[in-house]
C-alpha cells in the first residue's frame, strides 16, 4: 500500500505555487485536457476552495519544503477535481489518496473525471459513485470563413461589439446569471470571478463579444478565449427575454470570425450533454466530439 501524506495548502506559497503549476501542466500534456476547471483554480486562490496535495514521505525525511507532488485535489462548492501525476499512476496511488480525500469531504460531494479516462470509472465504482453528470468537449477545425455575413441577416437591429473592462461588468453578470440560472457553476459567477479572469494572461477584451438591442440592452454574448493556440468557446449566453431569434447561432458565427481573425483554426467547447438545442447548433457549425467529462455522485456506501 502506498504510503501518502495528504496536506491542506496555500498557492500563496510559492513552492506549491510551482508544484501545482508543474502537476497542472504535465497531467494536460499527458491527458489532452487540464485536470482542474477555470473556477476550480480562481477558487484556490481566493481562498474559497481547498488544496489538497499527496505526497510520498521521503526516507530519511527531507526539508518540509522540498517535496514532491504525487497528486492533488481541489475541494469546495460540495465538488471535488482530483488528479494523479502521470509518472506515480498504475501503483495504486489514486486510491490510496483518494480514499483520504473522501475521508475528509462531505458524504454528498461530488467528483469531475475530466476526460473520463478508464482508470477514474474503475475508481468511481469501487467507491461507490456512479455518473450523473455529462460535459461533451467539441472541437472545430477551419471553419468556413463566408458564414458570418449570412448569420447577420434578419438581426438588423442588433450590434455586436466588444466587452468594456470596468463599465460592463454588472449588467453581463446579471445577463449571465439569467441565461444560466439553472447551471451549477456559470450561472453562480461573481464580480470576484469576472474580475479575476480579466487579470489571467489569456483575457482579451476584444474577444469578449456583446450583443445589444436598438435600445442598448444586452441580449447576449459569446465569450472567447485563446490559449497555446487553441481557442475556446468560454461562454455563449443569450438572454431568455430574447430567446427564439437565432442569436445563438448569429453570436457563435461572430465568435469564430473573430477566431479567424486571430488566424486560430481550432476552436473548443464545453456543453451538457442533455442540452439538446445547444449540441445541434454546434454539430451544425461543424463541431464534432473529442473528450467527455464525467461527474459522479455517491449512491452507495
Known amino acids: 500500500m502506498p504510503r501518502l501524506t495528504l496536506s491542506v ?12 503549476d508543474h502537476l497542472v501542466r504535465t497531467a494536460t500534456l499527458i491527458d489532452g485536457q487540464p485536470p482542474f476547471s477555470d473556477q476550480a483554480l480562481i477558487d484556490v486562490a481566493s481562498g474559497a476552495r481547498t488544496l489538497i496535495l499527496a505526497v ?13 507532488v504525487v497528486g492533488a485535489a481541489v475541494v ?26 473522501l475521508d475528509n469531504c462531505p458524504p454528498g460531494v461530488r467528483i469531475w473525471a475530466h476526460g473520463d479516462h478508464p482508470a477514474s470509472r474503475v475508481l468511481a465504482e469501487e467507491f461507490g459513485f456512479s455518473p450523473v453528470r455529462t460535459l461533451l468537449q467539441l472541437r472545430l477545425t477551419k471553419a468556413p470563413a463566408n458564414r458570418a455575413l449570412a448569420a447577420t441577416a434578419g438581426h438588423a437591429d442588433v450590434t455586436i461589439a466588444p466587452f468594456q473592462p470596468g463599465h460592463d ?37 476584444d474577444d469578449f463579444l456583446l450583443a ?19 481557442g475556446e468557446v468560454y461562454a455563449v449566453g443569450v438572454h431568455p427575454a430574447a430567446g427564439g431569434r437565432g442569436l445563438g447561432r448569429l453570436l457563435m458565427e461572430a465568435g469564430l470570425a473573430r477566431l479567424r481573425e486571430r488566424e486560430v483554426d481550432s476552436v473548443s467547447l464545453y456543453v451538457e450533454a442533455d442540452n439538446v438545442p445547444a449540441v ?16 459522479y455522485a455517491r449512491t452507495a456506501r
Not at 439569467?178 to 470571478?193: N, V, Y
Open 9 to 20: 495548502r496555500s498557492v500563496e506559497d510559492a513552492h506549491t505555487r510551482s508544484q501545482l
Open 169 to 205: 461588468e454588472a449588467e453581463w453578470l446579471e445577463v449571465n446569471a439569467l441565461a444560466f440560472a439553472s447551471h451549477p457553476e456559470q450561472g453562480r459567477m461573481t464580480m470576484g470571478d469576472v474580475l479575476a479572469r480579466e487579470t489571467e494572461p489569456w483575457f482579451d477584451a
Open 76 to 101: 469546495g462548492h460540495g465538488e471535488l477535481e482530483f488528479v494523479i501525476e502521470p509518472e506515480w499512476r498504475g501503483h495504486g496511488y489514486g486510491r490510496a489518496a483518494l480514499r483520504g480525500v
Open 56 to 68: 510520498e514521505p521521503q526516507d530519511p525525511p527531507v526539508d518540509a519544503a522540498d517535496f514532491a
Open 212 to 230: 445589444r438591442g436598438r435600445d442598448g440592452d444586452l441580449l447576449g454574448f459569446i465569450w472567447l478565449k485563446i490559449e497555446d493556440g487553441l
Open 280 to 295: 445541434s447548433l454546434y454539430r451544425s457549425l461543424g463541431f464534432t466530439d473529442h473528450t467527455v467529462d464525467v461527474q
